[in-house]
């Protein structure tokens, strides 16, 4: 059985202090809220990461992700984080190839393959990003576009490395938009990349493989985005950032 997951996109938002109380109150929510069999993550500023990491520790179901990491293991890149040393600092997720990162720090496919291989590398599960832009939407292609940005970025992977992937589909054109895809449109396109996923590593890896959507998702739409049956969750902005709508989104499977 896939996992579900909804994980928090907390972007360049929080001061410390906001930080270490949305951390808090999240937390505590989950453990008192959130049914065991929900994974809920928070990607935060790189940061924030070792401290949250101190919030969530003994919950099970409970974790922190990083919101990008460098495919190189270490060396002179100033301002990057690499993979290894996220993993030195025991953060068990990255989110790879957020469009906001493919937009403003031209992330393209073949380095976002890199970043993917650096996770794994460290043990550390990628939440791979992908989705088209509303001229793509509008130009009707964009079943085949975003299944191709899997192909490009992830289908070098083992079966065995690649079961380990979260993927989560965010339409650009709903991001932080309050345009969110409709239900049936979130379902289309998870539906279309597991097929595209089965053609390649098999019904059962496609089958396990927890697929999120993201894109204006919120405390009033997840139960009906979710209620999709190829939608395993949320990868969620602006309403990761307010405790209790996060886990009101945590509880709508
Ligand atoms: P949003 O962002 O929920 O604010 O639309 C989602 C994301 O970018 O991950």
């Known amino acids: 059985m896939r996992k579900k997951i909804v994980a928090g996109n907390w972007k360049m938002n929080k001061t410390a202090v906001e930080a270490f109380v949305l951390a808090t109150e999240v937390a505590q929510l989950v453990k008192s809220d959130v049914p065991a069999d ?4 928070m990607a935060t500023p790189a940061l924030y990461l070792t401290g949250v990491s101190q919030v969530v520790e003994g919950i099970s179901n409970l974790a922190v992700a990083a919101q990008n990491c460098h495919e ?10 690499s993979a290894v040393q996220l993993a030195s600092a025991a953060i068990p997720y990255v ?12 992330e393209s496919n073949e ?10 590398a460290n043990g550390i599960t990628p939440i791979f990003c992908c989705g088209e832009s509303l001229s793509l939407r509008e130009g009707g292609n964009f079943l ?13 992977l083992s ?6 992937v979260v993927i989560a589909y965010e339409p650009i054109w709903a991001i932080g938009t309050g345009l969110t895809a409709s239900a049936g449109q979130a379902q289309e396109m998870h539906a279309h990349l597991r097929v595209h996923i089965a053609a390649k590593y098999g019904a059962t890896i496609a089958d396990d493989c927890s ?5 204006s998702c919120n405390a009033k739409n ?15 902005g602006g309403a990761s950032l307010i405790a209790a709508d996060f886990i009101t989104i945590a509880k709508s499977f």
């Open 222 to 236: 997840a139960q009906e985005i979710f209620a999709g049956p190829d939608v395993d969750g949320g990868l969620i």
């Open 38 to 41: 929900v994974q809920v993550i």
């Open 159 to 164: 079966a065995e490395e690649f079961g380990k």
């Open 111 to 120: 380095q976002l393959a890199l970043k993917v291989d650096a996770a794994l």
């Open 95 to 106: 989110l790879i190839g957020h469009s906001e990162r493919r937009e403003y720090f031209s």
């Open 72 to 81: 190189k293991a270490s060396g002179a890149y100033t301002g990057e984080i």
């Open 211 to 215: 697929i999120l959507y993201g894109g």
């Open 144 to 156: 085949a576009f975003v299944a191709d940005q899997l192909t490009a970025s992830l289908f070098h």
